[in-house]
């Protein structure tokens, strides 16, 4: 059971959430460099942040919805309920022989810019909890 501070700091654990998914999948695509036809695979980020903020902010999701005409159709499945991050294959980089796609360079580089960004967000949300702390010590310094 988790304690919710605010809103910020339930969408700030649910970027860290997805932060370490994101790494997760980076290497993998740094230990598949050698898997034959391997596709690098990474995870559309902001979208799923955004998905998140509109939960929290109870706001309606901007797609437009499709009408179900008749009984018998299968209901469309609400792919915004779903807690997971969509993943895609990250193409666009020239395929060796072996058919793997898979830059080292481009995977290192993104490794670190989601490493930066996971440091950026503890530091955020240890700023955010110190703020609550020095809030609670002071309010009972004064009784």
């Known amino acids: ?20 998914i994101r790494q997760d999948m980076i290497s993998s695509n740094i230990a598949n460099a050698d898997t034959p036809y391997y596709r690098p695979r990474d995870i559309r980020f902001e979208d799923a942040l955004a998905n998140e903020s509109a939960k929290i902010q109870n706001q309606g999701s901007l797609k ?22 969509k ?15 898979v830059d080292l360079d481009v995977e290192t580089t993104e490794m670190s810019k989601n490493s930066i960004m996971f440091n ?19 309010s009972s310094k004064v009784s």
């Open 64 to 85: 437009l919805q499709m009408a179900q005409t008749d009984s018998a159709h299968l209901p469309l499945a609400d792919e915004s309920s779903s807690s997971r991050a």
């Open 1 to 20: 059971m988790s304690i919710e501070i605010s809103a910020s700091h339930h969408l700030a654990a649910k970027a860290l959430d997805y932060r370490a």
């Open 120 to 138: 950026a967000l503890i530091g955020a949300m240890k700023k955010n909890s110190d703020i609550f702390k020095s809030v609670i010590d002071s």
């Open 87 to 101: 993943t895609f294959f990250r193409d666009g980089h020239m395929a060796r022989n072996d058919g793997n796609s």
